[in-house]
């Protein structure tokens, strides 16, 4: 009768570690299904607040071209607007440059123009 009971014992004790191993398996895998969504997400966020917000060397050259332009560089803002759209053609300024750069060539095209022979 002991050693029934003893292997009853033993056999439960056996079916209670394999039970809890199982359990903690499980809790594993959905701990890392729940980073590996996280992650994701942020991911995701992430690149909605990267394309939400230039960023700090896509603003300075923006501000350079702008401020190359208003000091009446038409070539010198051309040049910084392509730079731009070059390493960053998904920015949220891309319109803007590519609207100011074809202004810019109008300027650059009317101040290159050849003008009327003067009188005399």
């Known amino acids: 009768?002991?050693?029934?009971?003893a292997a009853a014992l033993v056999a439960s004790f056996g079916y209670w570690l394999w039970r809890?191993?199982?359990r903690m398996e499980e809790r594993r895998a959905a701990a890392?299904?729940?980073a590996?969504?996280?992650?994701?997400e942020a991911r995701g966020a992430g690149v909605a607040v990267r394309n939400a917000t230039p960023g700090v060397q896509e603003q300075l050259l923006?501000?350079?071209a702008t401020k190359a332009a208003a000091a009446g560089e038409p070539a010198l803002s051309i040049q910084l607007y392509a730079r731009l759209l070059s390493r960053f053609?998904?920015?949220?300024l891309?319109?803007?440059a590519r609207s100011?750069?074809?202004e810019q060539k109008k300027k650059l095209a009317t101040a290159t123009a050849p003008r009327p022979a003067a009188p005399g």
Do not use: G
């Open 62 to 64: 923006h501000d350079a």
């Open 32 to 34: 890392e299904q729940r």
């Open 100 to 102: 100011a750069v074809e």
């Open 89 to 92: 053609p998904q920015s949220t």
């Open 36 to 40: 590996a969504s996280f992650v994701l």
């Open 94 to 96: 891309a319109a803007q």
């Open 20 to 22: 809890s191993l199982r």
């Open 1 to 5: 009768m002991i050693w029934f009971l």
